[in-house]
């Protein structure tokens, strides 16, 4: 369970990736797509962040994750100048593909079917 702490550091960590993206994240991913950070969990120590990245718009998702990746050292930089004066270690930053809007509307689609299919038995 995340310490009252860890929360907090990565809600602010999550408000400040956000912009970043919002200003630099054309020149990484492109126009096409729709990037969010859903939830960013800190580790107990706080010396790494794990992002939650959502990605709407595009097939190859996991392409966004690898070209953030690809520009690690500069979004940690731009990061460390928004949050510097807040925090005295900037962490480490990991990328994970979070995919629970894919999921919801999978089960969705699944549950739509078996509603048809329940009106078509009957």
């Known amino acids: 369970m995340e310490s009252i702490r860890q ?6 960590i999550r408000r400040f990736f956000a912009m970043i993206l919002t200003e630099e994240g054309r ?5 096409d797509k729709l990037v969010t950070i859903t939830e960013v969990r800190m580790t107990p120590d706080l010396l790494i962040a794990k992002v939650y990245v959502s990605v709407y718009g595009g097939e190859n998702k996991q392409e966004v994750i690898l070209l953030l990746e690809d520009n ?6 731009a990061l460390a100048a928004k949050v510097g004066k807040q925090m005295r270690r900037m962490p480490d930053l990991e990328f994970h593909l979070d995919d629970t809007v894919d999921e919801m509307y999978r089960v969705n689609d699944l549950l739509n079917r078996i509603s048809e ?3 078509n038995k009957h």
């Open 72 to 77: 690690h050292t500069h979004l940690r930089q």
């Open 7 to 12: 929360k907090q550091v990565g809600e602010l």
């Open 27 to 31: 020149n990484i991913y492109g126009n």
């Open 117 to 119: 299919e329940d009106k």
